[in-house]
Structures are given as structure tokens and as C-alpha cells.
């Protein structure tokens, strides 16, 4: 293997970074208003409980119906035109939540921001524009950006709010996605060629397929549960945070700040440890624990500043690091040749999981006030705690794509077959159509001499 093969070349860091910028503009867009909408929609004509949850996560909702038809549109009239259209949309659905003085304008509004749903979209344009040696570490980038934006967006809006209406975080989020369109024609390379591409796209028939896979079923059923303990304890936290500690939503970054930042460093440490160690499983136990402990604190001690703190503190905590430790588990957990198929059945989960989440939160509020929507999220992660203490230990691998077009096709049953013999190596799978091979192994095998050795032969077998 060469040398080169290891770097990205400066198209590829042009348009991994430019792609992960769109994608981080419209991830601060949408959550900037989350930390207090729920406050804000309150004072709406015809506002209830239930239906501020529903404005809160039918964006999910729309995300989850729309990001894989949107993907299958874009291998058929071209990526950058689908990404346009559904950043027009997000800027459409921003604009008419800012004008909204009415529940429904509004839940329309959300709803058409999450129709905008050019997610997966944006990572099949990245894999147009990377080669399948870039392919892992560029997808590496668009998640660290979007866990960057989260974090980030979280705060500003509530710092924001202290100068500009709520409403108003709307209007700015239409400008990011205008912003977004403006990296996209002049910033993100225009690809030679645009392909399916099975590690970074669904595909109808294994989607289906792998929704009933044992181990990624339970880390679909994660997803869903993290992100409906997210929505629906945001339902009830900036209220809490107002009634029980006299924070308006303009002082609340006070409140999210320190927090955030204290559970971004501590979730930072927790995932280095994790990987050196090997020990994902206690770990990813402990986070689930965190959420837990989180929504008990918030529950019982909702006026004593310094309890709230510590629950907010291990609230944003176990959600960073369930965030962090769940796609890197589905990734080595799927197929090597179906790793975009289980991607896209993740982000579903994830996003039904937001739209459950509002919807049940908003009804438990109304109904329970804010104690029914606290126990109802300690009653997921108990649920979540059970399921994740079966799972099995997950092991550290690696996945690669080796490209076997140059080599004789003759000759590639033979490689795969010297692969699969190979010590650590977990899955050999040869795509013909695409001339690919699949290989997920254990981390050492892929830098063990043999290993190299076989891939460089491949530059030989013609001879």
C-alpha cells in the first residue's frame, strides 16, 4: 500500500470538510431553538401540552419518512440538485416556524424543516468524491462535525435569546441553510461520476432485512430510546428550569454551558478510555446508567440548583457518549457489505425515537405534569439498562474496502480465500458488480504483515 493511499488529497479534504459544513449548518439550525422551545410555544394561539410535543418531534417524523426516498432520488437526478431542493425546503419550513403565531403554522413549519432531510444524501456525495481508503475516516469527520454542532447549537440559542426573540432563531437558521446552498455550488467538488454506494447508502431489500438482525435490532431499539429521552426531557427541562429555579429562557445558558461542557469532557474521557481498554460494554452500561440517574435527580429534586446541575450534568454526559458509542457499534456489528442498509435503519430509529419523544412527552406533560415525563424517561432507560446487560461484548474491528477491479477477476476468488485464512479476519465478502471487496477484522490484523503483504499482491496477480 502505497503511501498516498493513507492521506486524503486536497479535493478530498475540500469536500469532506465542505459536506460536513452543511451538514454541521443545518444540525445548529435545528437545535438552537430546542433548549427553549418549549417555553416559547407556550405563548402560541391554541397551544397545548400535547401538541407543543408534536411541533417538538414531527420534524423527526418527517426525517425518518423522507431521508432514504430523497437518497434514492439522488442517485437518479444527481446528488448537489437534491441537496439544494431539501435545503430549500429546511429554509421554507425555518421561515414559516419564525412567522408561526399558531400551533398548526408551527408543527407545519417543523415538520417542513425536517423534510429537508439531505442527510444520508450529503454522505453519498462524500462517497462520490472519496476513494474507498478515505471512505471510513471521511464519514469519522461528518460525525464528529455533527456531535460538534450539537453541542454547539445547544448553547447558542439560549445565549442568543439574551439579544434576539425566539422566533427570530428561526430566520437565522433559514440564513445557515442559505449559507449551506452557498458552500454546496461554490465550495463542494462536483463529482466525475455519481454511484450507489453500499457502505454509505441503504439499499431497499437488506433495510428490510436487517431490521430483524439480533444485536442490531437492540442497537436500533438504543437509538430509539436515547433520542426519545432527549425530546421528551426537553419538553419539560426549560420549564422546570424557569418555574422551580427562576431562569428565564434568556439566562438559561448559564445553566447549559457549564454542563455541556463538563459532559463533553468527561464523555471525551470515557470514550478514550473505552477504545484503549477495550471495554466498550461497561462503559456503554455506565452512560445508559447516567440517563438514569439523570432523569431520577431532575425528577425528585427539580428546585435544588446544585442536584439540577448534576442531573443536566449527567443528562447531556450519557447522551454525548450513547451518541458517540452507537454508530461506531453498528458499524462493526453489520454486515461488511451492508453497512449503508443498517446506517439507514439506524438513522429511522433515531429519528422516530425524536418524534415518539415529543409526542409522548407533550402527553405526559399535560397529563402528569413534570414528573410523568421524567419517571416515563427512567422507565426507558431501565428498559434500555436490561437489554444492553444481554448484549454480547462488542469486539474492536475494523472494516476496509479493497478495490479488486485491476487484478484478473480469475484470480480474486483466490485472494479472498488467502484473506479469510487470515488470523483476526471476521468477513470476506467479494462484490463482483462493483469489483470491491469487504473485509471487516480485528484492529490488529489489519496492520499484521500478512495483511499488507496481501493487499499489495494485488497489484501483482496479473503477472
Not at 469536500?15 to 452543511?22: G, H, T
Not at 441503504?202 to 426519545?228: T, Y
Not at 435527580?297 to 440548583?305: E, K, Q
Request: hydrophobic share 55%.
Amino acid at each position: 500500500m502505497h503511501a498516498a493511499e493513507h492521506k486524503m488529497t486536497a479535493t478530498e479534504r475540500k469536500a469532506v470538510f465542505s459536506l460536513s459544513a452543511i451538514m454541521g449548518l443545518r444540525m445548529v439550525g435545528l437545535f438552537m431553538v430546542l433548549p427553549l422551545f418549549s417555553l416559547y410555544a407556550h405563548q402560541l394561539v391554541g397551544a397545548t401540552a400535547t401538541l407543543i410535543g408534536v411541533a417538538m418531534g414531527v420534524y423527526g417524523l418527517a426525517q425518518a419518512l423522507f431521508q432514504i426516498p430523497f437518497g434514492y432520488l439522488s442517485d437518479k437526478v444527481g446528488r448537489k440538485p437534491i441537496i439544494l431542493m431539501g435545503l430549500l425546503i429546511f429554509c421554507l419550513g425555518s421561515l414559516v416556524a419564525g412567522h408561526a403565531t399558531h400551533m398548526v403554522p408551527m408543527i407545519i413549519g417543523r415538520a417542513l424543516q425536517g423534510i429537508g432531510a439531505v442527510g444520508s444524501t450529503i454522505l453519498a456525495m462524500m462517497a462520490d468524491l472519496t476513494r474507498e481508503s478515505q471512505r471510513t475516516k471521511s464519514m469519522a469527520i461528518a460525525g464528529i462535525t455533527i456531535g460538534f454542532s450539537f453541542s454547539v447549537a445547544m448553547f447558542l440559542g439560549p445565549v442568543l435569546s439574551q439579544w434576539i426573540s425566539i422566533n427570530h432563531l428561526f430566520y437565522l437558521a433559514a440564513g445557515f441553510g442559505l449559507i449551506g446552498i452557498l458552500v454546496l455550488y461554490f465550495s463542494v467538488p462536483t463529482p466525475a461520476t455519481e454511484s450507489w454506494h453500499r457502505d454509505a447508502e441503504p439499499e431497499f431489500k437488506s433495510f428490510f432485512q436487517l431490521i430483524f438482525h439480533p444485536e442490531l435490532a437492540k442497537l436500533n431499539i438504543g437509538i430509539l430510546i436515547l433520542h426519545a429521552i432527549f425530546t421528551a426531557s426537553f419538553v419539560v427541562i426549560p420549564i422546570s428550569l424557569k418555574n422551580n429555579l427562576g431562569f428565564a429562557a434568556h439566562d438559561q445558558w448559564e445553566i447549559y454551558l457549564p454542563t455541556l461542557l463538563g459532559s463533553f469532557i468527561i464523555s471525551l474521557f470515557c470514550i478514550g478510555m473505552a477504545e484503549r481498554k477495550g471495554q466498550l460494554k461497561p462503559y456503554f452500561i455506565g452512560g445508559i446508567a447516567a440517563l438514569l440517574a439523570a432523569a431520577l435527580l431532575m425528577c425528585y429534586f427539580p428546585a435544588n440548583l446544585s442536584l439540577m446541575i448534576l442531573g443536566l450534568s449527567a443528562f447531556f454526559g450519557g447522551f454525548s457518549l450513547m451518541e458517540a458509542f452507537l454508530p461506531s457499534l453498528i458499524s462493526r456489528t453489520a454486515p461488511a457489505d451492508r453497512k449503508g442498509s443498517a446506517m439507514g435503519v439506524y438513522s429511522c430509529s433515531q429519528f422516530l425515537g425524536i418524534f415518539m419523544g415529543g409526542v409522548l412527552g407533550g402527553w405526559l406533560y399535560g397529563k402528569f405534569s413534570f414528573s410523568g415525563v421524567y419517571l416515563f424517561c427512567a422507565a426507558l432507560s431501565l428498559f434500555w439498562l436490561v437489554i444492553a446487560c444481554a448484549m454480547q461484548a462488542p469486539r474492536t474491528l475494523v472494516t476496509q474496502i479493497i478495490r479488486l477491479s485491476d487484478a484478473p477477476r480469475a484470480k480474486w476468488s483466490d485472494w479472498a480465500t488467502a484473506c479469510r485464512a487470515m488470523p483476526g479476519m471476521v468477513e470476506v465478502i467479494v462484490v463482483e458488480e462493483d469489483g470491491l471487496a469487504y473485509l471487516k477484522m480485528e484492529r490488529s490484523a489489519s496492520r499484521h504483515p500478512d495483511f499488507l503483504h496481501l493487499k499489495e499482491s494485488l497489484n501483482n496477480l496479473g503477472a
